[in-house]
């Protein structure tokens, strides 16, 4: 549903190392697998979001031909290696957790199984998709615990970074329990619910706050929301009592004002008191402005008479963790488990599953990972999405997505569900079989490298 | 040369406010300004760009049949709005200043003068296009500073904020001083350098490191970048030296090495020590993992033999600052200026221009910001790029920008090119027209608010 993507919106070193996999014939199976390294600082728990968009990547992949003229000319790549990319499509598979599902650090959310080449390939654009919408999501379901019940609106395309952060933000958001956005494209892609209120300009236009605020009302008989804070919040209040009076005689009704300025709380109690006092209580209030969930559960605490927040930038750029510490690492290679070793940046080999567990009170108790090979209790959570390079056909629509991510927020440890660090972070076991495999393919790295080593005195 | 973005792409509310303008028959000329409000903390500057992809977006504007029918059937707005969409192009001017540009608060970067539905349609992609790469090539500048002149290659698309963000950043960062990017459409799009060196699946997929390095040079025999560090770093900094005298005696050349974790510092002393004492001082070194600004900084006053850094993360996301405080707000409508009062967001009215001066040493010394009536002695930063909706021929290529943004960093006060803030900011005075012609604005207000006051206690 999002624009298709240049297969060249990636790394030079993908396609480097793909003409170098084509001079040496390697083309065998490869496992990657998508994972958080560690969660965001502060954080408790992640919710994986993206998946849709990188199966629509993995569909619809191949070069154009302009692209594959660039290439040719670009003078880093021989004529038969370009040549082949022309008839590149994605045929392999593809297991994941679903959109929306609750997830933390070293679990897999996504495994890509294909050839060597193809699977090397699309690193770059899975790690861009993936991330950036489980950032967001992540976030989200944050703002969506601190607000209880309230209305909660996306507001953030301005300051996304960019066009697609900013679509994509909408539907992270949404799909994480907002309920809905201000972005139209959102609203004609995905059906997300659409809101909206004015900006200060609309008022500024006029030459009175008043005639401003009724012509909108005009062109809006039967809801509309009037921004209340260019000049003076409660002057604005005090003028529209009678003016919504006036309106409502016509039979136009003004649905809400909006707050953007200033001590949100104190503003909406006294919007509120003018405004019940004017014979107004179905007027509700809404606010914006530098929100984010701890200034939100402030409000919701303090009891502030705000029905709905608009969450813009801190939301979708998640400003206090602007990027996730995640990796699409190699697993496995022509039937043997692969692991990197590098200083704080080992990785678990081989293929795994997370298995998950529940109380009684229908709440997680703990994860097992381990190899794919091993069965543990609980519910297994990744799944087969997409086989021979087509998604399988029981994609949930994004509405299901959504009430999956709003069940597992009910089923998340209550301690989790707070704004705070968590003081027993949630138990995520390594099973042994993966241990095992981990140990194997270190004695494999280490005998391979005293092999090397004897060989090389040998020739020394 | 990015992709043509939908107009639906905005804000619902821009979409309404025109109905309501339209119904009320409005659309006198209006001028908006694009600003930032305060500059992020820490910072001691700011570089503009993004003003390209705006006046493409301006020059491409229109809605598709496909949005028209949508919009149509969406509910909210009547046909004869939607019609008057049909024909809807950007006729207005544009002045702003060139890209790479350094300024700073409350001084407007851009300003949009034409009819007020263009104007505001208009406000969310402009500040989407604007904020993101502006934030970007800041912080990139910072980096810049910072690296000294080492290489600087972007190496943030994975991480950055989906599609365009990636794309864009490797723009910015260029503009702003970067020698290049991994991002190979930003190579296609801009001819922007291109640099790649291999991802540690590379050495996973083989059997052993010396495999793996041996294949890639003989792929690509003029020059290679090999990652040492998914194993250990030393020891395969010892593999490679008898494996490089083979490879030099076929006339294959290992350019450099990669290190990407642990001490970078530490390890670069040794591996260098190692390549040295093998004969192989050729081979630069080239190190990348969670880098920034400070760290570069360290790494260079360290004396670590780093030829040059791959920045990405912390760069593109501008992780430290991920937005700015910056607004496009209205400053006249129908030859009235205009101004927002609220509490904490108010600003400065009418069309602005900033004049800056320069010593005899050529470094800035401070800037003058007042209305465009006024002249102030210094250099004036905003020029005209765009009448009636089609750039003007003088626009710079690419690499011409870049050269303005490195003359610029060449420019600012010592003070201001330190990573730290500057105990003394830069100086911006407010001319007194400007502040006659706020005063002259906010006595307006009282003036109307008054009369409507007295009005409605008459009719009360």
Known sequence: ????????????????MLQAYFDQGMADTAVFEFFVRKLPSGRNFLMAAGLEQVLDFLEDLR????????????????????????????????????????????????????????????????INLLQFQTMVASKAA???????????????????????????????????????????????????????????????????????????????????????????????????????????????????????SGDL??????????????????????????????????????????NGFGVGTRMNTSADQPYLDCAYKLQEYAGLARRKQSEGKATWPGRKQVYRSYGADGLMTGDVLTTTDDVAPGEPLLVPVMRQGRRLANMPVLNAVREHAHAELARLPVPLRALAPATAPYCVTLAPPLRQLAEEVDRRIQADLIMRKSRCQQTA
């Open 1 to 16: 549903m999002t624009e298709r993507t240049s297969l060249l919106l990636t790394d030079l070193y993908q396609l480097t």
């Open 63 to 126: 070069f154009t031909p302009a692209e594959l003229d660039w290439l040719t000319g670009c003078g880093r790549f021989h004529r038969r290696f370009v040549d082949s990319l022309r008839d590149l499509r994605f045929t392999g598979e593809v297991q994941a957790m679903p959109e929306g599902t609750v997830f933390f650090a070293d679990e897999p959310i996504l495994r890509v199984v294909a050839p060597l080449p193809q699977a090397q390939l699309v690193e770059t654009r899975i």
């Open 142 to 260: 944050r703002v969506r615990l601190a607000a209880a019940d309230k209305l909660l609106v996306d507001f953030g395309l301005r300051r996304a970074h960019g066009a697609e952060a900013g679509l994509l933000s909408a539907r992270a958001s949404y799909l994480a329990g907002f309920d809905g956005t201000s972005t139209v494209l959102a609203g004609m892609n995905w059906g997300i619910p659409l809101y909206g209120t004015m900006a200060h300009s609309f008022i500024q236009v006029h030459d009175g706050e008043v005639d401003a605020f009724e012509h909108f009302a005009r062109s809006y008989p039967k809801a509309c929301t009037l921004l209340i804070n260019t000049f003076d919040t409660e002057a604005a209040a005090r003028r529209l009592v009678p003016l919504a009076k006036k309106l409502a005689g016509e039979g136009i009704t003004i649905q809400a004002v909006r707050l953007d």
């Open 265 to 306: 709380a104190a503003h909406a109690r006294q919007v509120r008191r003018i405004l019940d006092e004017g014979g107004l209580p179905g007027i509700s209030i809404f606010a914006s402005g530098n929100l984010d969930e701890h200034r939100l559960a402030e409000l919701v605490a303090a009891g502030a008479p705000i």
